[in-house]
């Protein structure tokens, strides 16, 4: 069984632009949650959706959106980048609510 | 808010060594506890958790034992392997179903000498 897939892997951007990222959960999956990583702040909590729906936000602005289609996959979105949102961005499926959470080898932003 | 305070790395251990990574908790209610490993490269896998107090998470010769009266689940190994270097993330989640929106430590990282 494949396992949940981030894409891309590596992604550079300039500050200002958006970029969206990908993730196909595991098969079978449901719920798709997102998390950033990096040196200072470590793994923080983005946001969870299921069924298509948001079901819990972590605190971070605006600028930072998703969403899930109706085959699980999720995107996420950040506009207007600043050097800041420069990190990993990890991915995670689970089949129900319930669950463990899988994750991903995740998506590294640099933004510059 | 809720947080997770894990010791500071890097750990040094040489092979056979004992392993313990101190990590310990806030929560606001009754929290699921976890240990989570990122090897080089890929992203994180569930080692072990515990759901309540005075449980017993284990796997691949890990263990953590969910302390609610000192807040703690430290983590613990008898005998380390190279294999073994990784760095380790704690994790609490507080959530009604107890599975979501993890809460993370920093990660301890392991470096394990033959």
């Known amino acids: 069984k494949a396992g949940v897939t981030q894409t891309p892997r590596y992604l550079i951007k300039t500050r200002g632009q958006q970029v969206t990222l990908s993730c196909s959960p595991i098969?079978?999956?449901?719920?798709v949650s997102w998390y950033q990583q990096t040196p200072g702040q470590g793994l923080q909590f983005l946001f969870e959706?299921?069924?298509?729906?948001?079901?819990n936000k972590g605190n971070f602005p605006g600028r930072f959106s998703g969403r899930q289609f109706s085959n699980s996959r999720s995107e996420m979105n950040v506009s207007t980048l600043e050097l800041g949102d420069s990190a990993l961005y990890l991915c995670?499926?689970?089949?129900?609510?319930?669950?463990?959470?899988?994750f991903g080898a995740g998506t590294r932003l640099s933004v510059l | 808010g809720d947080s997770v305070t894990q010791m500071e790395g890097p750990v040094t251990l040489s092979e056979e060594a004992f392993l313990t990574i101190n990590c310990t908790y806030t929560?606001?209610?009754?929290?699921?506890l976890f240990w989570y490993v990122q090897y080089p490269g890929e992203g994180l896998q569930l080692l072990l958790k515990?759901?309540?107090?005075?449980d017993k998470g284990s796997n691949k010769g890990f263990e953590a034992t969910y302390r609610k009266e000192t807040t703690s689940f430290h983590l613990e190994k008898g005998s380390v392997q190279v294999s073994d270097s990784a760095v380790y993330f704690c994790?609490?989640?507080?959530?009604?179903?107890?599975?979501?929106?993890?809460?993370f430590g920093t990660g301890t990282r392991l470096t394990i000498i033959p």
């Open positions: 098969s079978g999956h449901r719920s």
């Open positions: 929560a606001t209610g009754y929290p699921s």
């Open positions: 995670a499926s689970s089949p129900g609510l319930r669950d463990i959470q899988y």
């Open positions: 515990a759901t309540k107090a005075d």
């Open positions: 994790a609490l989640s507080l959530s009604n179903f107890g599975n979501e929106k993890l809460t």
């Open positions: 959706y299921f069924s298509e729906t948001q079901r």
